[in-house]
């Protein structure tokens, strides 16, 4: 069982950066995928970006790609997502998520445990 607690988001500016934490509890963190997703009001639930177990493959959204990056931290148990040139179109709950497949994933579906969501708000 993991545990996934998120923090950093907030209200910001547009163009302004935010950095997302993801703190994972038990000793197994370092075997799982991880992957941020987001969800705007009245909107489904959408992938943003995913890494690997040990960091060295991640893969992003377009709708993010070149402004997002997602990393991790095993010995800290956290995997991160630093955001930049923020857009009011980024304004959702964003959640992440363990898959017990060591591999990165786009899909909802392959992840087995989520967190409760940060709020991020980007003003115009």
């Known amino acids: 069982q993991v545990q996934l607690v998120e923090s950093g988001g907030g209200l910001v500016q547009a163009g302004g950066s935010l950095r997302l934490s993801c703190a994972a509890s038990g000793r197994t963190f370092s075997r799982y995928g991880m992957g941020w997703f987001r969800q705007a009001p009245g909107k489904e639930r959408e992938f943003v970006t995913t890494i690997n177990w040990s960091g060295a493959s991640t893969y992003v959204a377009d709708s993010v790609k070149g402004r997002f990056t997602i990393s991790r931290d095993n010995a800290e148990n956290t995997v991160y997502l630093q955001m930049n040139s923020l857009k009011p179109e980024d304004t959702a709950v964003y959640y992440c998520?363990?898959?017990?497949?060591?591999?990165?994933?786009?899909?909802?579906?392959?992840?087995?445990?989520w967190g409760q969501g940060t709020q991020v708000t980007v003003s115009s």
């Open positions: 998520a363990a898959s017990r497949s060591s591999n990165w994933s786009p899909y909802i579906y392959e992840y087995d445990y």
